[in-house]
């Protein structure tokens, strides 16, 4: 059973596009990150959310945590093909202690 | 460098053969985890180390995988009697204390079993 369901899986965008990618689960998370992943290397942290309804910009990226602490979104204004990559989002569920659930990842293709 | 670490970057291997990956963890991380990605998705876990004791085995997937880690540092993944389905990439990564600090991944091992 997956617990964190990504959408959508795939977009292809041109540069100068908004979008939007979404994470959403039944269980409720004490935490929730989003990674970006390149071919051939690991992820690496973007952001981590922590308080529900919390809202995070990182330039040309908004995060935002749901009220109810069960999904996440990211929001990509003015796309460009620097963030082209594999964006995945991990929640850390209340009572686990130790690991991760990621997400199913958006693969987001930005071309000229 | 200061990042993590794996070895190999590849490995080809034949069904029923065993294999072992290496991950070496940032200096001074406490915590070690261990995740497989099939291509193009997401992450499963694996397992989790806090020093040299592994507190949550939950994630792996048979008896036929195990891991340990010796001084707190470096950590071997074995995989007994590989198998086709057992193909991915497993990725490394380190945290300081345990998982509310941010998660730094090698670049993995890409396990291809013939």
């Known amino acids: 059973t997956q617990l964190l369901e990504q959408s959508p899986q795939f977009l292809s965008i041109q540069e100068g596009e908004n979008l939007t990618v979404y994470c959403n689960s039944s269980?409720?998370?004490?935490?929730l990150q989003w990674y970006r992943q390149e071919p051939g290397e690991g992820p690496v942290l973007l952001v981590t959310?922590?308080?529900?309804?919390e809202v995070k910009k990182l330039k040309r990226l908004t995060f935002q945590f749901g009220d109810a602490r069960k999904d996440s979104s990211l929001h990509i204004t003015a796309a460009q093909p620097g963030d082209t990559g594999l964006y995945l989002c991990?929640?850390?569920?209340?009572?686990?202690?130790?690991?991760?659930?990621f997400g199913t990842g958006t693969r987001l293709q930005v071309t000229l | 460098g200061a990042g993590v670490s794996q070895s190999p970057s590849n490995k080809v291997t034949e069904k029923g053969k065993d294999v072992e990956l290496r991950c070496d963890p940032i200096?001074?991380?406490?915590?070690l985890y261990w995740y497989r990605q099939s291509l193009g998705q997401g992450l499963e876990f694996l397992i989790y180390?806090?020093?040299?004791?592994?507190?949550?085995k939950s994630g792996l997937p048979s008896d036929r995988f195990s891991a340990e880690r010796t001084g707190g540092s470096v950590s071997t993944l074995t995989i007994q009697r590989t198998q086709q389905e057992d193909s991915a990439v497993y990725l490394c990564?380190?945290?300081?204390?345990?998982?509310?600090?941010?998660?730094?991944f090698g670049p993995g091992t890409r396990l291809t079993v013939l």
């Open positions: 990564a380190s945290s300081h204390y345990g998982l509310g600090n941010e998660q730094f």
């Open positions: 269980s409720v998370f004490s935490s």
């Open positions: 959310v922590v308080t529900g309804g």
């Open positions: 991990a929640g850390a569920i209340t009572g686990t202690a130790s690991k991760l659930t």
């Open positions: 200096s001074g991380h406490t915590a």
């Open positions: 180390f806090q020093g040299n004791s592994a507190p949550d």
